[in-house]
């Protein structure tokens, strides 16, 4: 029950913040990087990927809490609010590690989605649409998106399951009720049941996640279910 606790305010009220936010980041600049390929902007953009891929996302969570809590005091440094004690105070608890962690994430998964995007961009049924005279919106988002995100889906699923306890140091540091700083604690105060009991929790999820993902893949790419009754 307490596993249970600590894993419904992870999740439902706050880990779970960050693949979207992640997402709705990367997933734009990544396409926007492939359709302007060899610009200046996909230029920028890859330089400042590979700057956040050497800061460590304990050492931007530093950085954050000096400017924002610290300098301009605009959110709280540490603490939790869970969602039923209010969805605003919720929120702004959670902004400083969600931000922490998803820009940790963005680098991986735009340049991922980029990279499928360049090749997706130079097939033929791109053409087609093209000499169709099809808005590039409606051929970036909607056409050439989908065949180009099957790899970014799986690295999303197996950071869903990461993020249930790699987040330790983040935990630590804003004070979240995470499944990680859970399992850290029953190590020390040797409880090993409840140790056990977080590591089969875990990976459960872990199969979860995995069988949620398979399930995405068929709704993005129809042709792989055609493929299995093959």
């Known amino acids: 029950m307490r596993a249970m606790r600590w894993w419904s305010y ?3 009220s706050g880990l779970s913040y960050v693949q979207p936010a992640a997402l709705s980041i990367s997933i734009p600049l990544g396409i926007w990087s492939a359709y ?13 990927c590979l700057a956040k891929l050497s800061v460590p996302s304990f050492v931007l969570a530093l950085g954050l809490i000096y400017v924002f809590a610290l300098h301009l005091n605009w959110l709280p440094a540490t603490g939790f609010v869970a969602l039923d004690e209010g969805v605003f105070a919720n929120l702004e ?12 994430e963005v680098p991986v998964y735009l340049r991922l989605l980029r990279s499928e995007m360049v090749g997706t961009l130079q097939q033929n049924f791109i053409s087609l649409a093209r000499g169709m005279g099809l808005p590039t919106r409606k051929i970036l988002f909607e056409n050439a998106l989908r065949p180009s995100s099957l790899n970014l889906i799986t690295v999303v699923g197996i950071n869903m399951g990461r ?24 190590v020390y105060q040797q409880e090993y049941l409840m140790t056990q009991g977080i590591v089969l929790f875990v990976g459960v999820m872990f199969i979860l996640i995995n069988l949620l993902t398979d399930l995405v893949y068929a709704l993005v790419d129809p042709r792989l279910l055609r493929d299995a009754g093959a």
């Not at 608890?93 to 940790?104: K, Q, Y």
């Not at 987040?167 to 604690?185: D, H, K, N, R, S």
């Open 36 to 48: 302007r390929r060899g610009t200046t902007f996909d230029h920028a953009t890859l330089l400042l």
């Open 163 to 186: 993020l249930m306890g790699g987040a330790i140091i983040i935990e630590t540091m804003f004070a979240l009720p995470g499944i990680g700083q859970l399992l850290v604690e029953s």
């Open 10 to 12: 992870q999740w439902a």
């Open 93 to 104: 608890s959670m902004v400083l590690p969600v931000v922490a962690l998803a820009l940790t």
